[in-house]
């Protein structure tokens, strides 16, 4: 009767759709490292950081909710202590000064800000003694600067592609946590616009258009608008000089977004590979351990950033179509959980997770198929890094102890 009771508000669907990409994640590991010396030992540690996962994950799930929001300003300053010790003295790889070598793992602190960092700004976005009010201006630049000091410091890694998931996540909880809308639109308008207007004149033109009938219908005084206005053309008009200021590989790397061919051997090489590999494999794949454009190594990094195609390559469209189903179906339950979680704390949390998820899939499968810029962000649960699937095992825990005390209010 006591395990029932433990166990029945446990959500199986989350749980299995977890692991479930995990075990696909592995095939895929070990499919592309079986037969590489260098690389040959990371099944066995992305093995070994599934189970020590499974552990945190269940201890999570159980935890009294108060001991997590409790923990959550701690846990979150000892990682912006770790992100500032690896400047220092971190291993460099790849150029980045992202890890600390323990006993053969890499440990990147910045994974675990990811989780961190969600804990302090729900902590903070709950602050019933203070009465937190995301609609004043004090209490939302406290909750921007909580979100945005490990960006901060993830740059002079520098990690791109990491701080633009602290940025991803940000907007959603800040919403979720009742930012009006209006301020949510003055802050993505730039940006958009910025987008249009690297894609070319007429896309700039239609972007101000939409800004125009945004703030018209947003109706505010004569000074926002026109400060507004006049951020969302300079965002447009900069991007000239922005482009200009990249390093060269970065330039490279967002012509190759648009068209790969252009740098075929360099940096879209990535992007050329990976996209014969997935239409390759065809409806049923060509087996496991039997694909040409994996096994015979023309992706690098195959069972990191690019292990998307390790899968549409061995197990065809169907197999690729099942992670995207269990990847929707973990980001609509989170979803869920957030909608229907009466303790605030856990459903900041719950959309902050579902924010990080989603914007991973939808960056690091678009980079598989040429659609997105490559900017070294791999999949979750599935791509092969310690930390990585650490980090989203400690949000899966959160998500489990969110839905199994969704009925709550402390």
């Known amino acids: ?13 989350i749980f299995f759709s977890a692991f479930g990409l ?20 990371n099944f066995t540690k992305q093995m070994v950081s599934a189970i020590v996962g499974l552990v945190l994950v269940l201890t999570i799930t159980f935890l009294p909710t108060r001991y997590i929001s409790i ?67 004090r209490d ?15 740059m002079l890694q520098p990690d791109t592609g990491t701080s633009l998931v602290f940025l991803a996540m940000l907007l959603p909880i800040l919403y979720w946590a009742g930012m009006p809308n209006h301020v949510l639109f003055f802050i993505v308008a730039p940006a958009i616009t910025a987008i249009s207007a690297f894609l070319g004149t007429y896309y700039f033109i239609g972007a101000l258009l939409l800004v125009l009938i945004g703030l018209f219908f947003f109706k505010k005084n004569i000074l926002i608008s026109t400060l ?41 090489y990535n992007v050329i590979q990976s996209k014969i590999a997935i239409g390759s494999g065809g409806l049923w794949g060509k087996g496991f351990l039997q694909g040409t454009q994996t096994q015979l190594k023309y992706i690098p990094e195959q069972w990191t950033d690019f292990i998307f195609c390790m899968v549409g390559e061995e197990f065809g469209f169907l197999g690729s179509l099942i992670v995207v189903i269990l990847f929707l179906t973990l980001i609509w339950q989170t979803i869920h959980i957030a909608y229907t979680c009466k303790n605030r704390f856990l459903s900041i949390c719950s ?27 791999p999949l979750p649960f599935m791509s092969y890094g310690v930390s990585f699937l650490l980090a989203n095992l400690c949000m899966l825990g959160v998500i489990m102890n969110a839905h199994r005390n969704r009925k709550d209010y402390t």
């Open 1 to 13: 009767m006591a395990t029932y009771k433990l166990f029945r508000r446990f959500n199986p669907v």
């Open 22 to 41: 995990i075990f696909i994640g592995l095939l895929a590991i070990y499919s592309a490292t079986y037969n590489n010396p260098d690389v040959s030992g």
């Open 71 to 137: 923990s959550a300003y701690m846990l979150y300053g000892l990682n912006i202590m770790l992100l500032v010790a690896v400047l220092f003295i971190g291993k460099k790889i790849s150029g980045q000064t992202s890890w600390f070598s323990i006993a053969g793992f890499g440990i990147q602190p910045s994974e675990f800000a990811k989780f961190t960092t969600v804990l302090a700004l729900a902590t903070f976005l709950n602050n019933k003694e203070k009465d937190t009010d995301i609609t004043n201006l």
């Open 140 to 154: 939302f630049s406290i909750a921007v600067f909580i979100g945005l000091l490990p960006v901060g410091l993830i």
């Open 228 to 268: 507004v206005l006049t951020a969302t053309v300079l965002s447009g008009l900069s991007v000239n000089y922005v482009y200009n200021k990249l390093q060269p590989y970065q330039q490279k790397r967002i012509i190759a977004m648009f068209s790969p061919e252009t740098d075929a051997l360099g940096s879209g």
């Open 351 to 377: 959309i902050g997770f579902s924010s990080i998820f989603l914007f991973h899939m939808v960056i690091n499968l678009g980079m598989t198929m040429g659609i997105m810029p490559v900017i070294g962000i």
